[in-house]
């Protein structure tokens, strides 16, 4: 066990969970800038070299549950039909960590230009890892993902 | 802030770091079990659809440091110079998180059979998100990675 600590928060253009692009086909296009503490900046060295960096964040802003049994099922926005939480991107789960990739476009010091934020304006980032490869669309299964768009056309 | 608190472990063939494929061109192709504790089942509904999972977990036998100024730099086995550490994917990191992208080959109650597995026995996982799309690999830059694949050709 460990108690997260903030390395950067979040400047983005959402602050509130409504504005943020949801659902089918929703593109997260919008940028924003990740601000790292002072004491982490010589952890970005040569960070400038990624063009895609992955954020890990906390949803500071999701309510603190014990989630059990049913609480473990998601209503996405993108289906009409409840998932397991580890089967969707929700909010609401067993460690409030969010994941977001979002391509780097400018490093000033301490501020990481990026495009692609779907955060919260004062989101706090535990962690951020460059991409490094991605699994070929062609060999990707998005079970029931695939099925809600299917459904939708 | 928030404690983190398991929601399984990994079952790998892999009790010791120097066991790990690590550095330029070594594949994480080992076969694993993340064995989900059973109050979490439920969310895991419907997850057996998607063919690649995101790992998010616990670097849980990684000395826990301040990490401050050069703390910051981390030598990783791909190359022989220092990098930051959030442009790598050390253990060493002000939170101590990993994240692993694994092929989902069975499910069986609350064992996920996986392909890919890069963490030790016994690691305690955090969260399992769906892996839902990739940045085509011509629009990939890989920095200080690529330089050092390039030096050693």
Not at 2 to 10: C, E, L, N, R
Not at 48 to 57: D, N, P, Q, R, T
Not at 118 to 146: C, F, H, Q, V
Request: hydrophobic share 35%; no cysteine; charged share 25%.
């Amino acid at each position: 066990m460990f108690t997260s600590q903030p390395i950067g928060f979040v400047r983005s253009p959402y602050t509130d969970t409504g504005q943020i692009p949801k659902g089918l086909g929703a593109k997260h296009e919008a940028d924003g800038v990740l601000k790292i503490l002072p004491e982490f900046e010589p952890g970005l060295t040569d960070i400038e070299g990624f063009s895609h960096l992955i954020v890990i964040w906390e949803f500071d802003r999701a309510p603190r549950e014990e989630l059990r049994g049913k609480d473990l099922l998601a209503s996405p926005p993108s289906d009409n039909r409840q998932h397991g939480v580890f089967a969707t991107r929700s909010p609401r789960r067993p460690n409030p960590i969010g994941l977001t990739t979002v391509e780097l476009l400018a490093r000033e010091g301490i501020d990481l230009h990026v495009r692609g934020v779907n955060m919260l304006d004062g989101t706090p980032i535990l962690d951020i890892k460059p991409y490094l490869s991605s699994i070929p669309s062609e060999k990707l299964r998005r079970g029931w993902l695939a099925e809600a768009e299917a459904r939708q056309k």
